[in-house]
C-alpha cells in the first residue's frame, strides 16, 4: 500500500484563537467550512504551501455538545487529533488492515469532506494515534 499524509486533523475549542494563530499569525489561506452534519462537525481546512493536491490541516469544530470533537476536547483538551493518510483504493487499504487483525472503526468507507471517502483505524491498533484513511 503507497500512503502519503492527507491532512492532519486538529481539534479545536475555540475557533477564533485558532484562526488567529493560523490565519493571522501565519497568514495561511482557509477552505470554505464545510459542515459534516452526521459527525456534529464544521471542517475548516487550513492550505500549506502545497494547496489543495498537498497535505492540509484540518480544524474541527463541534456544532453540538454531544459531538465527538466536543467530548474530545473536554477529555483532552484541544490539539492534535487525527492523522489523515491518503490511499488509491480505500477498500484495498481497509482490507489488507482486517486481513492483519487491525481494529477498525470503520469497516466500510464513508462519505468525508469535499467528495472524499473515509475509515478511521482505532488508536488500540496503531499505538496510540487515531488514523483516518482518505480516498480522494
Ligand atoms: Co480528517
Given at each position: 500500500m503507497?500512503?502519503?499524509?492527507?491532512?492532519?486533523?486538529?481539534?479545536?475549542?475555540?475557533?477564533?484563537?485558532?484562526?488567529?494563530?493560523?490565519?493571522?499569525?501565519?497568514?495561511?489561506?482557509?477552505?470554505?467550512?464545510?459542515?459534516?452534519?452526521?459527525?456534529?462537525?464544521?471542517?475548516?481546512?487550513?492550505?500549506?504551501?502545497?494547496?489543495?493536491?498537498?497535505?492540509?490541516?484540518?480544524?474541527?469544530?463541534?456544532?453540538?455538545?454531544?459531538?465527538?470533537?466536543?467530548?474530545?476536547?473536554?477529555?483532552?483538551?484541544?490539539?492534535?487529533?487525527?492523522?489523515?493518510?491518503?490511499v488509491d483504493d480505500i477498500e484495498a487499504a481497509l482490507a489488507q488492515l482486517k486481513?492483519?487483525?487491525?481494529?477498525?472503526?470503520d469497516d466500510a468507507p464513508?462519505?468525508?469532506?469535499?467528495?472524499?471517502r473515509?475509515a478511521?483505524?482505532?488508536?488500540?491498533?496503531?499505538?496510540?494515534?487515531?488514523?483516518?484513511l482518505?480516498q480522494?
Open positions: 503507497k500512503a502519503t499524509i492527507d491532512h492532519i486533523g486538529i481539534a479545536v475549542g475555540n475557533l477564533a484563537e485558532s484562526l488567529a494563530f493560523f490565519k493571522d499569525a501565519l497568514g495561511l489561506e482557509l477552505d470554505h467550512p464545510e459542515e459534516l452534519a452526521s459527525q456534529r462537525v464544521r471542517a475548516h481546512v487550513v492550505f500549506t504551501a502545497d494547496g489543495r493536491d498537498g497535505a492540509t490541516l484540518e480544524l474541527l469544530e463541534a456544532t453540538a455538545e454531544d459531538s465527538p470533537i466536543a467530548k474530545y476536547v473536554a477529555r483532552r483538551g484541544a490539539g492534535l487529533h487525527h492523522v489523515a493518510l491518503r486481513a492483519r487483525g487491525v481494529r477498525l472503526i464513508r462519505p468525508g469532506a469535499h467528495g472524499t473515509i478511521f483505524v482505532h488508536p488500540a491498533s496503531t499505538h496510540g494515534v487515531l488514523v483516518e482518505v480522494r
